[in-house]
């Protein structure tokens, strides 16, 4: 079941479909402007945005949830123009459901659009206790919550994260870092990334191996 988050200032519309979706078994957050949607958007796994919102509108709040999450998005609106729709799915829309709609066709194609989701989140995210990384998105997250992380940060998280339980030699990592097209890292530089990442975990999910490199706990503290 997934947590889904509601961007819709009709309060009988957002707590009906709300319901709805509880009873099928999904937690729900409700929000009814683009600000408070933002401000809840932290472990949302689907977004059921409208575009008419009293701070914003919807395309230009899509753009800002896309920069901070990867969670499928799906348009429930009340505009139903054909060039509405492009720039929904330009803007990365999972679907585009125009209202009035039929309640059991809505859940229906919400259910489609977390389906598609699952499977390719369990096919690829890697997770470690609290922490997940998406290496198809490009992204990472903490107990559920987005990590602010530079190329470099990811790329080093990403080596410790396929490594998992096993020392990563500091070698090992320069060549994993050097192979991209990421700036110059050194020995200095790699040490700095590596503290700057522990701050952003926790220091009990980064374990120095004296004289070898570094191994990522189990789970998060093994």
């Known amino acids: 079941m997934a947590h889904i988050l509601l961007i819709e200032d009709d309060p009988l519309l957002a707590a009906g479909l709300a319901y709805n979706l509880e009873k099928q078994g999904h937690t729900t957050a409700q929000a009814a402007s683009g600000a408070e949607g933002l401000a809840a958007l932290a472990g949302a796994e689907l977004v ?3 575009v008419n919102l009293p701070d914003t509108d919807g395309f230009a709040l ?19 123009l054909d060039e509405e729709m492009v720039r929904a799915f330009e803007l990365g829309a999972d679907d ?14 919400i259910g489609a659009v977390l389906r598609r989701a699952g499977a390719g989140a369990e096919a690829g995210v890697l997770r470690i206790g609290a922490l997940e990384v998406d290496p198809a998105r490009g992204r990472a997250g903490f107990a559920g919550t987005p990590l602010e992380l530079t190329p470099t940060e990811y790329r080093l998280l ?26 110059f890292v050194d020995e200095h530089t790699l040490t700095l990334n590596v503290s700057r990442l522990r701050a952003k975990l926790g220091a ?4 120095t191996v ?9 789970e998060g503290g093994a």
Request: proline fraction near 3%; aromatic fraction near 8%; glycine fraction near 8%.
């Open 48 to 50: 059921l945005l409208d």
């Open 62 to 80: 899509a753009g800002q949830i896309r920069q901070k999450s990867g969670a499928p998005l799906i348009f429930i609106t009340a505009h139903d």
């Open 96 to 109: 585009y459901i125009t209202k009035p709609f039929n309640l059991q066709v809505a859940l229906g194609r």
């Open 158 to 183: 990403l080596a410790l994260v396929e490594n998992r339980g096993r020392v990563v030699t500091r070698q090992q990592l320069l060549e994993r870092l050097w192979d991209s097209d990421a700036d």
């Open 204 to 207: 009990e999910y980064i374990h």
């Open 210 to 218: 004296r004289g070898l490199g570094y191994r990522l706990a189990e």
